[in-house]
T-cell receptor
Framework: KQEVTQIPAALSVPEGENLVLNCSFT??????LQWFRQDPGKGLTSLLL?????REQTSGRLNASLDKSSGRSTLYIAASQPGDSATYLC????????????FGRGTQLTVWP | DVKVTQSSRYLVKRTGEKVFLECVQD?????MFWYRQDPGLGLRLIYF???????EKGDIPEGYSVSREKKERFSLILESASTNQTSMYLC?????????????FGPGTRLLVL
C-alpha cells in the first residue's frame, strides 16, 4: 500500500518568502502526482498534476517537481502571499488496474503580512 | 467549470440513524469517490465508482454503503450511524481513468453523530 509523507507538517513564514514543501511516497510505480490546496472547512482544489514521465510542472508562482525513482515530489511557492495560507496536500496516483489517489496528511501553511 | 455539489454542508444525526449523503457532478464524469477526512489521519478513501451501478471498496468501507443509480449522482449511506463516523466527508469526481485525470472535489459535508 502506498504511504505518503509530507514535511513539514506546518510552516509559518512572513510574506515574500520562497517556500519548499516536500512529499515522499513509498511506491514509485505511479501514474501521476497531484498537489491540492485545501482552505479551512472547504474541499480540495487541484493546483498541479505531474505525469510520471515529467520532471516538473509550473503554474504561476507554483512549481512542482517529481523524482519518481526516489519517490519524492517538491512544491515550490515563489514570493508567498497571505492568500497562500492553506493546507497543501500531495497525492500520487497508484494502483494495479485503475489506480487511485493516496493522500499525505498535508502541510499547513500560514503566511503573515 | 466542473461542479461537484454535496447535499449538505453540516449535518447532525443521532446514533443508530440511517444517514444519506448525496453528491452530484455536472460534467458527465465516469468516476466518483467518497473520502472521509479526520485530523491527524488525512483523507481516506471509503468507496469509489467507475460506472453506473458499479462500486469498489476503498480503505475503510466498514459501516458504509454506496449507491450509483445515475451517472451524475453518488450516494454514501451510513446504515446505522455511530459516533466514530463523526467526520468531514468529501466527494470527488474525475472524467475517466487516464494518466491525465484530475479529481474535482465538492465542498464537503461535516457530519456530527451524537
Amino acid at each position: 500500500k502506498q504511504e505518503v509523507t509530507q514535511i513539514p507538517a506546518a510552516l509559518s513564514v512572513p510574506e515574500g518568502e520562497n517556500l519548499v514543501l516536500n512529499c515522499s511516497f513509498t511506491d514509485s510505480a505511479i501514474y501521476n502526482l497531484q498537489w491540492f490546496r485545501q482552505d479551512p472547512g472547504k474541499g480540495l482544489t487541484s493546483l498541479l498534476l505531474i505525469q510520471s514521465s515529467q520532471r516538473e510542472q509550473t503554474s504561476g508562482r507554483l512549481n512542482a517537481s517529481l523524482d519518481k525513482s526516489s519517490g519524492r515530489s517538491t512544491l515550490y511557492i515563489a514570493a508567498s502571499q497571505p492568500g497562500d495560507s492553506a493546507t497543501y496536500l500531495c497525492a500520487p496516483r497508484t494502483g494495479s488496474t485503475l489506480g487511485r489517489l493516496y493522500f499525505g496528511r498535508g502541510t499547513q501553511l500560514t503566511v503573515w503580512p | 467549470d466542473v461542479k461537484v455539489t454535496q447535499s449538505s454542508r453540516y449535518l447532525v444525526k443521532r446514533t443508530g440513524e440511517k444517514v444519506f449523503l448525496e453528491c452530484v457532478q455536472d460534467m458527465d464524469h465516469e468516476n466518483m469517490f467518497w473520502y472521509r477526512q479526520d485530523p491527524g489521519l488525512g483523507l481516506r478513501l471509503i468507496y469509489f465508482s467507475y460506472d453506473v451501478k458499479m462500486k469498489e471498496k476503498g480503505d475503510i468501507p466498514e459501516g458504509y454503503s454506496v449507491s450509483r443509480e445515475k451517472k451524475e449522482r453518488f450516494s454514501l449511506i451510513l446504515e446505522s450511524a455511530s459516533t466514530n463516523q463523526t467526520s468531514m466527508y468529501l466527494c470527488a469526481s474525475s472524467l475517466r481513468w487516464t494518466a491525465q485525470e484530475t479529481q474535482y472535489f465538492g465542498p464537503g459535508t461535516r457530519l456530527l453523530v451524537l
